[in-house]
Structure formats: structure tokens, C-alpha cells
């Protein structure tokens, strides 16, 4: 059965970290490029960040360069996303995904909320 389990959501100050984690189990973790893609209330999902199948190429959309990184640990079937400095504008349901071919997998998503 194929999972993609976020965690890491919550509450935060503008200025402020949060670390999400997505645990992939179910399929073959390395084969798959991982995305954190977004939605906020009322707008459309949009992509957040891509990582490549090794770890060596990522992709980040202008609004969190600089501030969110993303990496992989294949051992562990694990994604990551390190937000920083973190902004209003930034409040979302987060969601990771998985992309291999045509196999594409979404987990339940996890809250962000920016706000003082």
C-alpha cells in the first residue's frame, strides 16, 4: 500500500522555522522525483519545490528561494522541507508527492499557519 505520511505542520511567528517530513513507504522510494507542492484557502495548488531522484537537482519556486530548502534521504524513504524566515503569505496546506512515469502519489497534507 503506498503512503506518503506528512508531518511538521503548525503554528509559527513570521521570522520564524518549521521542518516538515513526508515517510514514503510502499513503493521504490529512489526511483521517484518528490515534490512539496502547496494550497492556500481559496487559490489553486501550486509547486513549491522539486528534487531529482539522487538529491542533485532541485527546483524552487521564486517566492521560497532563498527561504525553503528540500532535501532526500533515500535510506530512509524520507523527504524534507526546511522553511525559514517564514511569511504570511507562506500559510498553506502542504502536500508531498511522488512522480515516476505515470505513477503519481499525494499524501493528506499538512497545515502551515504564519501568523502572529
Known amino acids: 500500500q503506498v503512503q506518503l ?6 503554528l509559527v511567528q513570521p521570522g520564524g522555522s518549521l521542518r516538515l517530513s513526508c515517510a514514503a513507504s510502499g513503493f521504490t522510494f ?11 484557502p481559496g487559490k489553486e495548488r ?3 519545490v522539486g528534487i ?6 532541485t527546483n ?3 517566492s521560497v528561494k532563498g527561504r525553503f530548502t528540500i532535501s532526500r534521504d533515500n535510506t530512509n524513504k524520507s523527504v524534507y522541507l526546511q522553511m525559514n524566515n517564514l511569511k504570511p503569505e507562506d500559510t498553506a496546506v502542504y502536500y508531498c508527492n511522488a512522480v515516476w512515469g505515470s505513477a503519481n502519489y499525494w ?10
Open 5 to 10: 505520511v506528512e508531518s511538521g505542520g503548525g
Open 107 to 116: 499524501g493528506q497534507g499538512t497545515q502551515v499557519t504564519v501568523s502572529s
Open 60 to 62: 524552487y519556486a521564486d
Open 46 to 48: 501550486e509547486l513549491v
Open 30 to 40: 529512489s526511483r521517484y522525483g518528490m515534490r512539496w507542492y502547496r494550497q492556500a
Open 52 to 57: 531529482s531522484t539522487t538529491g542533485a537537482i
